[in-house]
């Protein structure tokens, strides 16, 4: 018998609209996301809808044109809309 699976949701389904930017020093693309792993409120408490990652990935031109069509797809504010 297999547990409830509880680990957090993957975080290409948490992206969301706006997500990819270039930095503007660099023109590096960059893409903002969730984390879960740490994501503590000030009391120490785990926040389970994670939070805004501090530092965002670096990703490559193809990844951005990706979320760019993502975003093209629909309205919602979700880039993984259910």
Do not use: Y
Not at 27 to 44: H, I, S, V, Y
């Amino acid at each position: 018998m297999h547990g409830r699976n509880i680990s957090p949701p993957p975080v290409v389904l948490t992206l969301e609209r706006g997500c990819v930017s270039r930095h503007p020093r660099t023109g590096l693309w960059q893409l903002t996301g969730r984390k879960w792993k740490g994501a503590t409120d000030f009391n120490g408490v785990k926040i389970p809808e994670g939070q805004l990652r501090e530092d965002p990935w670096i990703i490559i031109e193809p990844v951005a044109r990706a979320v760019s069509v993502l975003e093209q797809l629909h309205n919602s504010p979700s880039l993984s809309p259910s």
